[in-house]
C-alpha cells in the first residue's frame, strides 16, 4: 500500500477545525455557532471560544498540521481546551523507522515546576512507535507570550521499508493538573489513526 493520506478519530464532545486560511474562520464561525446551539452555558464564552479556536488553527497551519481535532468546554467560569494535530514531517536524518527515531528524541527530568520530558513508546498500527510525554512552552503567534502545556508526541513512520516521512501526532493542553487524564485521552486518540491510500 503506497499512504497517500490518514485518518484519525477524536471523541465525540471533540470536533475538527478547517485549518486551511482561505476556509477556517467561516468554518470556525459555523461551529462556534453550532456549538452554542448545542451547550448554551458556552454563550459567555463565545468570543474567547472563537479566539481560542482561531489561533488553533492558525499555529497548527503555520507549524505544518493538516488535522486538527480540539475540545473546548466551559467549566466554573473558565475556558478548558485540548488539542490534537497530525503533521507530515520528514524524518530525522532521512531515516523513519520507528527503531531509528527513538535515539534522536531527548529526555529531560522533572525539577520542580520547570518543563520536563519523558521518552517512550506508544503503541499505532499494532506496532510500539517513539513517542515522548511532558510539559513544555509553547511560544503563541506572533511571539505575543507562551504558554506552558502538557505536550505528547507520537512518530509514526509512513509504510514502507525504508520510510522517510513521519506522521507526527501531537496532543497538547494547558492543563497541568489534569496530566494523567490528558495522557489516557491523548493516547486513545493517537490509537485510532490510520493510513489511507490505494
Same mark, same amino acid.
Request: with cysteine; charged share 20%; net charge negative.
Given at each position: 500500500?503506497?499512504?497517500?493520506?490518514? %485518518?484519525?478519530?477524536?471523541?465525540?464532545?471533540?470536533?475538527?477545525?478547517?485549518?486551511?486560511?482561505?476556509?477556517?474562520?467561516?468554518?470556525?464561525?459555523?461551529?462556534?455557532? %453550532?456549538? @452554542?446551539?448545542?451547550?448554551?452555558? @458556552?454563550?459567555?464564552? +463565545?468570543?474567547?471560544?472563537?479566539?481560542?479556536? +482561531?489561533?488553533?488553527?492558525?499555529?497548527?497551519? $503555520?507549524?505544518?498540521?493538516?488535522?486538527?481535532? /480540539?475540545?473546548?468546554?466551559?467549566?466554573?467560569?473558565?475556558?478548558?481546551?485540548? /488539542?490534537?494535530?497530525?503533521?507530515?514531517? $520528514?524524518?530525522?536524518?532521512?531515516?523513519?523507522?520507528?527503531?531509528?527515531?527513538?535515539?534522536? @528524541?531527548?529526555?529531560?527530568?522533572?525539577?520542580?515546576?520547570? /518543563?520536563?520530558?519523558?521518552?517512550? /513508546?506508544?503503541?499505532?498500527?499494532?506496532?510500539?512507535?517513539?513517542?515522548?510525554?511532558?510539559? $513544555?512552552?509553547?511560544?503563541?503567534? $506572533?511571539?505575543?507570550?507562551?504558554?506552558?502545556? @502538557?505536550?505528547?508526541?507520537?512518530?509514526?513512520?509512513?509504510?514502507?521499508?525504508?520510510?522517510?516521512?513521519?506522521?507526527?501526532?501531537?496532543?497538547?493542553?494547558?492543563?497541568?493538573?489534569?496530566?494523567?487524564?490528558?495522557?489516557?485521552?491523548?493516547?486513545?486518540?493517537?490509537?485510532?489513526?490510520?493510513?489511507?491510500?490505494?
Amino acid at each position: 500500500m503506497t499512504a497517500t493520506g490518514f %485518518e484519525i478519530t477524536v471523541p465525540g464532545a471533540w470536533f475538527e477545525i478547517e485549518l486551511h486560511p482561505d476556509a477556517r474562520n467561516a468554518a470556525i464561525n459555523t461551529l462556534v455557532s %453550532e456549538r @452554542l446551539r448545542e451547550v448554551p452555558d @458556552l454563550y459567555e464564552h +463565545r468570543s474567547a471560544l472563537s479566539k481560542v479556536l +482561531r489561533e488553533t488553527a492558525r499555529r497548527a497551519w $503555520d507549524g505544518g498540521a493538516r488535522f486538527c481535532g /480540539t475540545m473546548v468546554a466551559g467549566f466554573d467560569g473558565a475556558v478548558l481546551t485540548a /488539542t490534537v494535530t497530525v503533521t507530515i514531517v $520528514d524524518a530525522p536524518h532521512g531515516e523513519g523507522a520507528a527503531d531509528t527515531i527513538g535515539p534522536h @528524541l531527548t529526555a529531560v527530568p522533572r525539577r520542580g515546576d520547570s /518543563t520536563w520530558r519523558e521518552v517512550t /513508546t506508544g503503541e499505532v498500527l499494532g506496532t510500539k512507535v517513539p513517542r515522548t510525554w511532558g510539559v $513544555d512552552d509553547v511560544t503563541l503567534p $506572533d511571539g505575543v507570550g507562551w504558554i506552558r502545556a @502538557l505536550i505528547m508526541q507520537t512518530f509514526v513512520p509512513f509504510p514502507g521499508p525504508n520510510p522517510t516521512r513521519v506522521a507526527l501526532i501531537t496532543g497538547s493542553s494547558p492543563l497541568l493538573a489534569l496530566e494523567t487524564e490528558f495522557h489516557e485521552v491523548f493516547d486513545a486518540i493517537t490509537g485510532t489513526f490510520r493510513f489511507t491510500g490505494n
